[in-house]
């Protein structure tokens, strides 16, 4: 049996580890494509994560979670409010009124949760953008795509974890959320755009296929 035969072997039977490993943890995240533009308005936009059902009041939404919006038109800003049960997540190193522009790979839970990163809930805290003159931990981008992490209760009560991508253009009033994550298991973790994983082992696997054929 040749080396890149038994090599190829090894590789399709991690894949296939890998692969059921990531359908079972993928199978607790809901995701929801929801593509919403955030008018830049003082009330802006108000979004229930679990029914995802938006509208722009609160008495429109039964169980409204954050509010996204403006505080003022003239001024390109962005701020969310969360209601009670809603939380918003900093970065290491950020600290007052501040929602963070959180990396890939970085887990939004508990651990963080314990480790005082979360705003407290029912009040409004601001994404702080990367501008000429400031720069920051966990600072906002324009035209870019950011993520934020966030903790809500759901119609049981239950805390889930969560996160959203938020791309903005070129000031802080060009805003589209995108989608957003959260883990169906209360107080489970969720990943910010996990690590490939099971892709990656699939390339692998060709690669050891084509060795063979040589």
Not at 95 to 106: H, I, K, M, T, W
């Amino acid at each position: 049996m040749s080396i890149s035969y038994r090599l190829g072997r090894h590789v399709l039977a991690a894949c296939a580890v890998a692969i059921t490993t990531a359908g079972t943890a993928h199978a607790a995240v809901n995701r929801w494509e929801c593509n919403l533009s955030i008018p830049a308005t003082s009330a802006g936009l108000f979004i229930n994560v679990q029914s995802r059902v938006t509208g722009t009041t609160g008495a429109s939404v039964l169980g409204w979670d954050f509010d996204l919006y403006t505080t003022s038109p003239a001024a390109p800003s962005l701020t969310m409010f969360g209601n009670i049960g809603t939380r918003f997540m900093r970065t290491p190193g950020q600290f007052g009124y501040s929602v963070g522009n959180l990396a890939e790979e970085q887990d939004v839970g508990s651990v963080q949760f314990a480790q005082g990163l979360f705003n407290p809930e029912g009040d409004a805290y601001s994404a702080i953008f990367n501008t000429a003159g400031q720069s920051g931990a966990g600072n906002w981008n324009l035209n870019s795509k950011n993520y934020f992490g966030f903790r809500f209760a759901a119609n049981s009560g239950a805390i889930h974890y969560g996160y959203g991508r938020m791309d903005v253009g070129a000031n802080a009033n060009v805003r589209t959320l995108k989608f957003i994550e959260w883990n169906d298991t209360p107080g489970a973790a969720v990943q910010v755009v996990p690590a490939p994983g099971a892709l990656a082992l699939l390339g692998l696997a060709g690669f050891g296929r084509s060795r063979r054929r040589r």
